[in-house]
T-cell receptor, first 112, second 112 residues
């Protein structure tokens, strides 16, 4: 069974702080990694994609991938109340256009 | 920015009835997917579609389900005889080759 694990939270951080979200995956051959944001009752919205080891930055978001440890994380700098949502980690298990396996998500609450 | 559109946004149906959920993928995308999310649970893959045929399906996608691309723009999911446990949010997603998947706003399916 291919699994993607996330701490369900809630993770509470004060406004302006760094939020750190973590994800582990069970299949060592996993190829592509994504972070989606999901507001309550809404659809997943792509935040970041990362394909190789290291860091990838986009604005206030940084994704980090460590394939040896089967670990991917998302850092949100200068957290805003509007960042309050559930963050879903998703993994492509194989190369190419294959289905995503999702974690259950981490609920983030940014306190003003 | 182009987006995936889904209709209807909410469908209420009696158990045993057939439902058709509709999706218009992003116009230059070639890979199409259906996912579902039962309330409070993770997003689960149902089926993927490429070049007018199913490329992959999950255990959830049994004989009660079918997909079709009836014309050049629409992509549909049909559930032949709905059950109470089919109540969920159904998301359509599409992607270009080897690119992240983008999700529509979803259809909330309620089976009575």
């Amino acid at each position: 069974q291919k699994e993607v694990e996330q701490n369900s939270g809630p993770l509470s951080v004060p406004e302006g702080a760094i939020a750190s979200l973590n994800c582990t995956y069970s299949d060592r051959v996993s190829q592509s990694f994504f972070w989606y944001r999901q507001y309550s009752g809404k659809s997943p919205e792509l935040i970041m994609s990362i394909y190789s080891n290291g860091d990838k930055e986009d604005g206030r978001f940084t994704a980090q991938l460590n394939k040896a440890s089967q670990y991917v994380s998302l850092l949100i700098r200068d957290s805003q109340p509007s960042d309050s949502a559930t963050y879903l980690c998703a993994v492509n298990l194989r190369e190419g256009n294959t289905p995503l396996v999702f974690g259950k998500g981490t609920r983030l609450s940014v306190i003003a | 920015e182009p987006e995936v559109t889904q209709t209807p946004s909410h469908q209420v149906t009696q158990m045993g009835q057939e439902v058709i959920l509709r999706c218009v993928p992003i116009s230059n995308h070639l890979y199409f997917y259906w996912y579902r999310q039962i309330l409070g649970q993770k997003v689960e893959f149902l089926v993927s579609f490429y070049n007018n045929e199913i490329s992959e399906k999950s255990e959830i996608f049994d004989d009660q389900f079918s997909v079709e691309r009836p014309d050049g723009s629409n992509f549909t999911l049909k559930i032949r005889s709905t059950k109470l446990e089919d109540s969920a949010m159904y998301f359509c997603a599409s992607s270009a080759g080897n690119q992240p998947q983008h999700f529509g706003d979803g259809t909330r399916l309620s089976i009575l």
